[in-house]
């Protein structure tokens, strides 16, 4: 890693993230030093956001237009050794973030790259220009973004070994290494259970860094507002409430799967909607009562002991009961403006 981005690493403050100081700070940490990162943690929690801000912020670079965006300086592929006149471009920071969405479906080829069968008859399957790159490829000189890494088969975690220890990846039908130097941020959810198990060999290529929803209410009605549509108005007290009632469910010792701040961007959006098909100025409790069962029943489930004694629908309804009774709202909207 040269010297200008671990500067630019230093000076990144994320600003598309609140909160979570210490898990940006570790982040900056493993990047100055040049350590591939899995970010752990539920869904809706910013990992993404958080990957995408690392991208926004790191500098244009200058490359060859070649497919494997080799530097100028250090030509790598066979395209630009052949030829010292090759097109530079521009690349600003936001078009270095490269993503690859972690599925059973996803094959090596897809990381490596694979024969051409038109350029491979044009050319012949021996010449290079047959070959089409993948996504490791692509991202040289960039962020290779893996979510959901923890989907990632074990041919798979075997097809990136090379290219996360070397920097570099060997085409077997050419017998040919190319460049594949890029910064690897890898996102995994701890609870889902769709997922391959990933060996050890694989995870001891990386630092992992565990992110937690926001801290504290403040934290998460500011993430609301800024990432959530506002279609009318939504009084600052109903928001608070409804951040309580989220972040309350997360707490629910019977719950093993809870609520992400997407539920409170959703019950905020969703009960805007709702005031304003009542032809409303803004939106009463009401409104929000009224969307949360669209909005959360699927997105918690109950721990095994309790799953087949009730639906996620009755543990909604009463907690909800519970709610109401604890911050004494009626069941009459004017009570609440």
């Not at 309580?244 to 093993?256: A, G, I, S, T, W």
């Not at 699927?298 to 629908?313: C, D, Q, T």
Request: a neutral charge.
């Amino acid at each position: 890693m040269n010297n200008q981005l671990i500067d630019v690493l230093l000076k990144i403050d994320f600003e598309d993230i609140l909160g979570q100081d210490f898990v940006k700070e570790q982040l900056k940490s493993a990047l100055v030093a040049g350590r591939n990162v899995i970010l752990v943690g539920a869904p809706g929690i910013g990992k993404t956001t958080l990957a995408k801000n690392v991208a926004k912020l790191l500098p244009d670079i200058i490359v060859n237009d070649c497919p494997y965006h080799c530097s100028p300086d250090q030509p790598l592929c066979p395209q630009c050794r052949s030829n010292n006149s090759i097109k530079k471009i521009k690349i600003r920071g936001e078009q270095r973030f490269i993503r690859i969405q972690g599925s059973p479906d996803l094959t090596a080829e897809d990381l490596i790259g694979d024969i051409d069968p038109v350029n491979a008859l044009k050319f012949g399957p021996q010449d290079m220009r047959s070959f089409t790159p993948g996504k490791i490829f692509k991202a040289n000189n960039k962020i290779l973004f893996f979510d959901e890494v923890n989907r990632c088969s074990e041919k798979l975690q075997n097809a990136l070994l090379q290219a996360l220890e070397e920097k570099k990846a060997t085409i077997a039908s050419y017998d040919i290494d190319l460049p594949a130097d890029f910064i690897f941020i890898g996102t995994m959810n701890p609870g889902d259970i769709s997922t391959e198990p990933l060996s050890d060999v694989f995870m001891d290529r990386f630092d992992l860094i565990y992110m937690k929803y926001p801290d504290n209410l403040e934290t998460e009605k500011k993430i609301v507002r800024q990432k959530g549509k506002t279609i009318t108005k939504f009084p600052e007290i109903l928001l608070s409430m409804t951040i309580k009632f989220v972040q309350e469910l997360r707490q629910n010792p019977d719950l093993e799967k809870v609520p992400s701040v997407r539920a409170s961007i959703g019950l905020y959006e969703r009960a805007q909607s709702n005031a304003l098909l009542r032809d409303k100025q803004k939106v009463s409790f009401k409104d929000i009562e009224d969307a949360v069962f669209s909005v959360l029943t699927h997105r918690i489930k109950a721990k095994p002991s309790l799953k087949y004694l009730k639906k996620p629908e009755e543990l909604i309804k009463e907690e909800l009961k519970r709610f109401k009774t604890e911050n004494n709202i009626s069941d009459k909207e004017s009570d609440l403006p």
